[in-house]
């Protein structure tokens, strides 16, 4: 029988973009069923905005970023271009593209890489259409999409079940009822499902 995991993960989020590479590498480790859910910081349950933050939060935020690119790897811009960003947008094109059977991660990823790495506008439904269109995937018709009204309750639900779930950061993965928030949690979920 597969795991089911549910991911919560902010299309803005630069850890939701550091933790790809490991979720990818326990999705193949384990086999895993996703559960795929865009939602945003939930303040409802205690979230708050990296913007509203007290500034020396902001700043320790930059610092810890720098040391998680260097530690992965991975291109990152401290402060990219089009940062912070409405990421509603890309979380409906990632949720119709789930609704088609399509590798809706790998849209995730590719979306957030073009904000944080590439510095790119997601706002923009011409940066979307590219993005997934350089995955092999219509971008059109994922775009289109992202209005139609099953695709904007989905987005609403989602939130409404990150808030349910006691979601309030992101990115978030869900094992079993119990939350592993932020990617340097991955170990643990990784323990966790290979304990069962």
Do not use: C
Not at 13 to 20: C, D, I, K, Q, V
Not at 68 to 77: A, F
Request: hydrophobic content about 40%; glycine content about 4%.
């Amino acid at each position: 029988m597969r795991k089911t995991v549910y991911y919560f993960h902010a299309l803005s989020s630069p850890w939701a973009y550091l933790g790809w590479p490991q979720f990818k590498a326990l999705i193949d480790k384990h086999d895993l069923d996703v559960v795929v859910r865009p939602t945003r910081i939930v303040p409802e349950n205690g979230g708050v905005p990296l913007r509203s933050r007290p500034q020396p939060r902001q700043d320790y935020h930059a610092v810890e970023l720098d040391r998680w690119r260097k530690r992965l790897n991975m291109p990152l811009v401290l402060k990219p271009a089009h940062y912070p960003t409405n990421n509603e947008f890309s979380a409906r094109m990632v949720i119709a593209a789930d609704r088609l059977g399509l590798p809706a991660l790998e849209l995730s990823h590719a979306l957030l890489r073009a904000l944080w790495s590439e510095e790119k506008d997601v706002t923009d439904p011409q940066v979307r259409i590219e993005v997934a269109n350089a995955l092999g995937l219509d971008g059109a018709k994922l775009q289109a999409m992202e209005d139609e009204p099953a695709i904007m309750q989905a987005w609403l639900d989602s939130h409404q079940e990150a808030t349910q779930r006691g979601v309030f950061g992101t990115p978030t993965w869900v094992y079993k009822d119990v939350l592993y928030w932020g990617q340097d949690r991955l170990s643990f979920l990784d323990d966790a499902l290979s304990e069962d």
